[in-house]
Nanobody, 125 residues
Framework: QVQLVESGGGLVQAGVSLRLSCAAS????????MGWFRQAPGKEREFVAT????????YYADSVKGRFTISRDNAKNTVYLQMRSLKPEDTAVYYC??????????????????WGQGTQVTVSS
C-alpha cells in the first residue's frame, strides 16, 4: 500500500505558474511509476503527465506539453507538477497516482493502483 496526498492547488489567474506536490508514504516510493491526472466538471479523468521510477523519463499529454513539468525526488518521497502559463481550460481537480506497472511509465489510468484525494486548481481568465 502507498498513501498519496496532494497539495499546492488554488485559485490563480491565467498566465501564472503553480506547483503541485504529492507526498507518498508506505511502500518504497522509488518502486512506483508516478503520474498526474485531472478531472474537470462534467468530464472524464484525463492523463496529464507521467514519470519513470528514477525520474529519467517523462511523458506528457499534448494539451500540457511545453507548459507543465513533472519531476520527482525519491529521497523526499514526493512527485511534483510544475505548471506554467496556466489557462482557464486547465481548471480541474488534479490527482497524483502510483503504478506498479512494469514499463517505463504509464499514461492510462487503468495502470495506476493508488490515487490521492485530489487538489483543486482553478484558473480565472
Amino acid at each position: 500500500q502507498v498513501q498519496l496526498v496532494e497539495s499546492g492547488g488554488g485559485l490563480v489567474q491565467a498566465g501564472v505558474s503553480l506547483r503541485l506536490s504529492c507526498a507518498a508514504s508506505g511502500r518504497t516510493f522509488s518502486n512506483y511509476v508516478m503520474g498526474w491526472f485531472r478531472q474537470a466538471p462534467g468530464k472524464e479523468r484525463e492523463f496529464v503527465a507521467t514519470i519513470s521510477r528514477n525520474g529519467g523519463r517523462t511523458y506528457y499529454a499534448d494539451s500540457v506539453k511545453g507548459r507543465f513539468t513533472i519531476s520527482r525526488d525519491n529521497a523526499k518521497n514526493t512527485v511534483y507538477l510544475q505548471m506554467r502559463s496556466l489557462k482557464p481550460e486547465d481548471t480541474a481537480v488534479y490527482y497524483c497516482a502510483a503504478s506498479t506497472y512494469s514499463g517505463t511509465y504509464a499514461s492510462t489510468h487503468d495502470y495506476y493502483n493508488y490515487w490521492g484525494q485530489g487538489t483543486q486548481v482553478t484558473v480565472s481568465s
